[in-house]
């Protein structure tokens, strides 16, 4: 057997393990994905190939456009009150002080603590009829028939969900600005500050434009993360009331599993993939353009 | 003078600001730990209080019969320990030959890793499911620790830090006489605390919290995990406003736990691969 031969088999060896796992169950149904948006399919009789009749249904498909606009609302609202909440949470525990570690353990704690969990007090706390942030709103003087409704109420379910997803992802994007902010090099600040700039000026000059890679991580990370929501809308609305959140994976969930329309499902899921596809792409194109030092 | 009056008042500012950041992330829950011991009729109470006068710390026993609390529990821990487990190994395992390996293939390989990272599991969840049923495995574990083991997430984060340790390490080390697995068992693993440190908190995290896969694959109670679990129970006895926050508290315990013992390892874990979650 030559060298290089033995070199490969030595390779083969260290991946086969992982890549047996991930080639059965992730990259075959990704190609599954791929064609089953061609197929009529109910899972328990043959599959019919129909062409793009699955796509042709999307537009006619009234559900489908309030799931998409939906979803487009939530990644509008959440990326970019995520997105200065984690900058400015990463800016003031980057200061030199007392307890920092405690802090960022905090503000960290919510990301990494059960979903379900947390939903369930959410949902007690913004509870329109009793729960402490009406009691609290209704002390402070608003009248009871202007008090929020929050999740039960259908101008302000998707507020409750983005406000949640706000608090509870946060801490997540915080990390990555920390990680980012110790990049910057000390002598910069010491530099402008010789030069009598103020905290405002600094951050406007040095933090916010070395920060840019990492913004332009966060935003991308951000964005598909949020296309991808459902969990908090099965928690706290359940994709209501009426269809005021539903959202593209809440409907794909009810054409696959409720209706068994797997071939239509799989043509929503395209769509899914397709938007967040996109985004990769402006990543990898944008990098350069955006980052601007 | 001037300039340390203005420092005092910036420190106040500061710690003024730090105080309402960790209220904000905190009291959420305060409050449930809270009503986890208050009857039903007291959690509501205007204005909060905080300490009720006759704890109910009965709540804490009660969560154990009225729902198969510990089954739920025993089953999560079981599927998070071997999903954890499992990708730790192979992803490590296999980073290596994408990080210091020279062989035929490798950047198709990665390439079809890298592919995938892109596509959301929702996009490929109904045929996942659809072929997990043509094995028999819906309803089983099995199915939710082959989703959630082999993540190309895993193999992609371990590469990245791997790369950062200099290739002249592993030559002088072949020099000397270590085979290949060797120098991965020998050097790598141990210069990779903070990369496996992560990709433990993000695996456990994920895996233990986890709630659309389970819901998907295990319909029969005595299969559940602790999030659907709770979740059936929430929907059950909407009402049971104490004894639903008994079992959250219960639930975040074990997810504090590991998060507070890898902690230190996080954030450089984070700056050293700069990835997602």
Redesign the interface.
Known sequence: MSR?MK??L???S??L??????A???????I??LI?GFLEWD?NNPMVFVGLSNFKELFADSRFKIALWNTITYVIGTVPLTLVSALA?AV??N?K?K?RNF????????????????A???N??F?PA???IN??LY?LGVSADHLPGWAADKHWAMITVILFSV?KNM??YM??Y??GL??ISGELYEAAGLDGANAWQKFKNITWPMLSPTTF?VII?LT??S??V??QM??ITQGGPGTSTLVL?YH??NV??KNWD?GY??AI??V??LL??IV?IVQFKGEKKFVNY | MGSQKRNTIKQIL??S??II??L???L??A??LS?SIKFNKD??T?P?QWIPDQPQWSNYIKIWTKIPLFTFIKNTAKLTIIVTI?QL???S??A???AK????G?NA?FL??IG?I??????????????M?SFNLNNTHLAII??Q????F??FLMRQFYQSIPDELCEAARIDGMN?YQI?GKLMLPLSKPALSTLT?FTF?GT??D??GPM?YLTRDELKT??IG??MF?TQYSAE?GL??A???V??IP??IV??SL?KY??EG??ST?I??
């Open positions: 290089q070199k490969n030595v390779a083969y260290f991946i393990p992982n890549f047996l796992g991930f059965v169950f992730t990259l075959g149904p990704v599954f994905a089953l899972g949470l003031v525990l200061q002080v307890g802090f960022r353990t905090v503000s960290f704690f919510p990301y990494v603590a059960s979903l379900v969990a947390v369930a007090v959410w007690m706390i509870n009793n729960g402490p009691m609290l002390k608090w801490g997540y990390v990555i920390l990680a110790q990049g991580f990370m598909i993360n296309f991808k459902y969990d099965y928690m994976v794909i969930y696959a599993f797997l499902a799989s899921s395209m899914l993939f967040v596809l990769t | 500061l710690y600001v730090l950041i960790a904000i992330m905190l959420p829950f409050w449930m009503a959690v509501f205007f909060i499992l190994l192979t992803s395992f296999a290596y030959a994408f390996l020279d062989f035929k490798k390989l079809g890793y995938t892109a596509v959301p599991w929702q996009a490929y969840m109904v045929p996942q499911f659809m072929m049923r082959c989703l083991a082999f993540s190309a895993g193999v290949e991965y908190i995290v233990w919290n709630f659309l998907l602790i999030q709770l979740r929430i406003y639903i926050m079992a959250s508290v639930i975040l997810v504090l998060f507070l902690q996080f954030v984070i700056a700069g997602k979650g």
